[in-house]
């Protein structure tokens, strides 16, 4: 079993800066993937960006401004997020899957608001 423990959201301007953590705890041997879904008020969750240790993807959305990072000694997960805007407002969940195919743990999500 695998417990997401996300930090780092909070109220920002448009233009501004967050850095949101995701710490991993629990029975882990490695993390094959881990990232970033959002969920917006009256949307669907939506995915963000998943980094496993080979390669880094970004939703079109976020792309250029949004840089995810893993310390794997930690077994964190991080979002640094840039040039916030508005539509960035959602609640921000951490997804781990520890191997390839095996079973998705989320976080409980972190709130993030960016006031325009």
């Known amino acids: 079993q695998v417990q997401l423990v996300e930090s780092g959201g909070g109220l920002v301007q448009a233009g501004g800066s967050l850095r949101l953590s995701c710490v991993a705890t629990?029975?882990?041997?490695?993390?094959?993937?881990m990232g970033w879904y959002r969920q917006a008020p009256g949307k669907q969750r939506e995915w963000v960006t998943t980094?496993?240790?080979?390669?880094?993807a970004y939703a079109d959305s976020v792309k250029g401004r949004f840089t995810s990072s893993r310390d794997n000694d930690k077994n964190t997960v991080y979002l640094q997020m840039n040039s916030l805007k508005p539509e960035d407002t959602a609640i921000y969940y951490c997804r781990v899957r520890a191997v390839s195919g095996g079973p998705i743990y989320w976080g409980q999500g972190t709130q993030v608001t960016v006031s325009s």
């Open positions: 980094i496993r240790e080979t390669d880094t």
């Open positions: 629990g029975s882990i041997s490695s993390l094959y993937s």
